[in-house]
């Protein structure tokens, strides 16, 4: 099949076309970036919401509840799971695939897991292709899940429209979240767990946090769950559809639409010199010497990647 014809197929909604596209667009192939560029123009009507939090803390399960409000609302919804590839957590990925089943059957929801990336892709990089494949695929919202741990997840958080940063009592999560800047970056915050000891609390300490910090612009709910009871959804799609309503009139979606393209452009730029660099054989060992080099202090790294790059333009 050819590019063009999977191309028109996910645009057509056409679901197994879909699935195939986003496994093209997943591998990073070439083929993969060639389908990108032909579904780029199509996309950008989708909200984009970024669900983020600890392991455990409930986000598979909120995402599940939250999309069948979506689906209550009419609204189609494509959710990108981004799974640690440790084997720790691969019972995690499991279980995500066995509650969001119920969801599965439903053709106006997509689900796709994806393992994080390795070190020469970078993995918002990756979600933001994704996010993309989905948007022009028509879906309405498009979740992203990731484990709010480092940088990388700090990054696919940024990519959303909307941030999502699911706490849970008695666990030290938000002064975790406030170390990893990762509060900063939550424009809704959910106490999920709500029926534990210690919600009330958590929920006075991030409330009187926020006062401490009001900002002009949106105004960042804190709000309580109950995931696995489906209580606290019907509130979280609420605040959702108000915050795209607020990007709207305020002008917010634009400003943020140009950093995400420049923040997109910076991140593709450094991808295809890396991957000009360093993409084949010959290039991963030339990267390969170069790391010995620079760990062992025979050369600086910003020397180091000149020199990469050098090799670049006089090939
Ligand atoms: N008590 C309680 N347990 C919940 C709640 N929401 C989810 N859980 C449970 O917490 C565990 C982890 O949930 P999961 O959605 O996989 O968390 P994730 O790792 O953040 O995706 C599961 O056993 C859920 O059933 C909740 O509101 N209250
Ligand atoms: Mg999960």
């Not at 560029?37 to 669900?51: D, E, K, N």
């Not at 689906?71 to 720790?88: L, N």
């Not at 066995?98 to 979600?127: K, N, P, Y």
């Not at 940063?165 to 900063?184: R, S, Y």
Request: charge should be negative; charged fraction near 25%; proline fraction near 3%.
């Amino acid at each position: 099949m050819t590019v063009d014809e999977l191309a028109e197929g996910v645009l057509r909604g056409d679901r197994r076309l879909l699935a195939r596209a986003m496994t093209l667009v997943e591998n990073r192939t070439p083929r993969g970036r060639h389908l990108l560029r032909l579904l780029y123009p199509h996309s950008g009507r989708a909200h984009t919401v970024g669900v983020t939090g600890s392991a455990g803390s409930g986000k598979s399960t909120l995402t599940g509840a939250l999309t069948h409000e979506l689906r209550r609302r009419g609204k189609t919804v494509g959710i990108i799971a981004v799974d640690p590839t440790s084997p720790f957590t691969s019972g995690a990925i499991l279980g995500d695939r066995i509650r969001m089943q119920d969801l599965t059957g439903d053709h106006d929801v997509f689900m796709r897991s994806v393992a994080t990336r390795g070190s020469l892709g970078g993995l918002s990089e990756a979600v933001a292709d994704l996010m993309c494949v989905l948007d022009a695929a028509g879906k309405d919202v498009v979740i992203v899940e990731t484990v709010g741990a480092g940088q990388d997840e700090v990054e696919v958080a940024r990519t959303a429209q909307t941030t999502v940063l699911v706490l849970t009592p008695g666990t030290g999560d938000d002064i975790q979240a406030m170390k990893a800047g990762i509060m900063e970056i939550a424009d809704i915050l959910v106490v999920n767990k709500a029926d534990l000891p210690g919600a009330d609390t958590l929920l006075g300490h991030l409330r009187a946090l926020l006062m401490l910090n009001r900002a002009e612009g949106w105004q960042v709910p804190v709000q309580r769950a109950i995931a696995s009871r489906e209580e606290g959804v019907v509130e979280l799609a609420d605040a959702i559809e108000q915050r795209r309503r607020f990007l709207e009139t305020s002008g917010a979606l634009e400003t943020a639409r140009r950093e995400r393209a420049r923040h997109q452009l910076l991140a593709a730029m450094r991808s295809a010199l890396i991957r000009r660099a360093v993409g084949e054989s010959e290039g991963v060992s030339r990267l390969e010497e170069a790391v010995e080099r620079v760990a062992s202090r025979e050369i600086d790294p910003h020397t180091a990647a000149e020199e990469l790059i050098e090799q670049v333009r006089e090939r």
